[in-house]
């Protein structure tokens, strides 16, 4: 059993959705991924420079990275010096985040008594075939044969303006056959996980968790998962830099302007923090479900205690049993509505303004660098705010 699948103290099963699947063991394998750790950093160089490198190497060569040799010369295209040298080490350098959050998180599911104790056997077996999932090849074959479609296609289909200054050289060989594919690939691995995610969270809602209406958190107990969604802060940041370093060239070298992208880009930031914030969504039907139950619940506990209150203290009767108002964890009145306040107030999903800002800022930061070529950082930073709050 490999070091993924021990159990820990509490008897919880660790996961980890970026060791040991296929692109993982393959880096092992290749002396990128140390024995012990992720080599977060080192690959992030690695791969930064492999990709990066040699297209700009071969077109110094040839004249084509400053003006003057071509009318659009290699240091004009924001898009491919940010994608090698800034998106695709976040989305390498994203992976510790993400493994940290998850080995942290999902035995909380036991330790928290989230999960029944008739059901522990079924969550760690949820988190075993996960763990198969997560290792298959089949998947990555699927992924890598689409890569290779769009690859062997995709240029032949329209000569692509990101590449003008090459010319059909060797800098558009290297971008298109090796540095773009293995960029896919990282994003590939970041979308995958979180199909993977959805997957896991999806199943250990229906085991049936012992959910807490009144808990503090608003969400039945679930409220930790709040911070989850920051494990893809990186990958936002990394989508959004490519996206908005591409946008830039049109809008120095093309007379575009960057109002006329607002509705893109706020389309955009709606897909990223939508896709970020589902492997949340599968818990509205329990919460929904746990919500509507405890108001019938307390609603009937706070209804009895509120008719003893009235037969002793506005009546004046002599109570049989007054065990309900003597019980110190109800405690008063106050105390009781609070209870029902507490239930009327829970959410639908473990979702709140960490969740969504965990991924919007991130997000925006490239957003705001765009605008600001043409709007003052003051006024862009005006407008966002009234956007988001």
């Not at 090849?137 to 200054?165: C, N, Y």
């Not at 992208?261 to 492997?279: A, D, E, R, S």
């Not at 709140?352 to 800002?357: L, P």
């Amino acid at each position: 059993m490999n070091q993924n699948t021990d159990q820990n103290e509490d008897g919880s099963i660790e996961l980890s959705l970026v060791r040991d699947d296929l692109p993982y063991r393959l880096q092992r394998r290749l002396g990128l991924i140390p024995e012990h750790g992720l080599g977060t950093v080192r690959r992030a160089l690695f791969f930064a420079l492999f990709t990066w490198l040699p297209i700009v190497v071969w077109a110094g060569f040839e004249g084509r990275v400053l003006s003057g040799h071509v009318e659009e010369p290699l240091l004009q295209h924001y898009g491919i010096h940010v994608r090698f040298l800034i998106a695709l080490p976040l989305l390498i350098l994203g992976e510790a985040k993400m493994d940290k959050l998850m080995t942290k998180f999902i035995p909380y599911f036991l330790t928290s008594g989230l999960v029944r104790a008739e059901q522990r056997g079924a969550f760690k077996d949820t988190i075993k075939g996960v763990i198969r999932l997560r290792d298959l090849v089949k998947p990555w074959l699927i992924i890598a044969v689409l890569i290779l479609a769009w690859t062997l296609f995709k240029p032949a289909v329209s000569e692509e303006h990101e590449l003008i200054w090459a010319d059909g050289g060797f800098g558009v060989f290297w971008f298109n056959y090796v540095s773009r594919p293995i960029f896919t690939i990282f994003m590939a691995a970041w979308l995958w996980r979180l199909a993977l995610l959805v997957i896991l969270l999806k199943r250990v809602a229906r085991l049936g968790l012992d959910l807490v209406p009144t808990h503090p958190d608003r969400a039945g107990g679930l409220g930790f998962l709040e911070k989850l969604p920051t494990a893809f802060s990186l990958f936002a940041l990394a989508v959004s830099s490519v996206i908005a370093s591409r946008l830039a060239h049109d809008v120095v070298y093309h007379g575009v302007h960057v109002i006329s992208l607002k509705v893109l880009l706020v389309g955009f930031l709606i897909v990223v923090i939508g896709l970020c914030i589902t492997p949340l969504l599968v818990f509205i039907g329990s919460l929904v479900s746990a919500k509507r139950q405890a108001l019938l619940e307390y609603g009937a506990l706070v209804g009895q205690h509120g008719r003893l209150v009235r037969r002793r203290w506005i009546i004046g009767e002599t109570l049989d049993d007054d065990s309900l108002l003597d019980a110190q964890e109800i405690g008063p009145v106050a105390d009781t509505l609070a209870l029902y306040d507490a239930v009327k107030n829970m959410r639908a999903a473990p979702i709140g303004k960490s969740a969504i800002m965990g991924v919007a800022l991130p997000a925006l930061i490239p957003m705001l660098a765009l605008f600001s070529i043409e709007v003052p950082i003051k006024e862009v930073l005006t407008k966002l705010f009234g956007i988001l709050v």
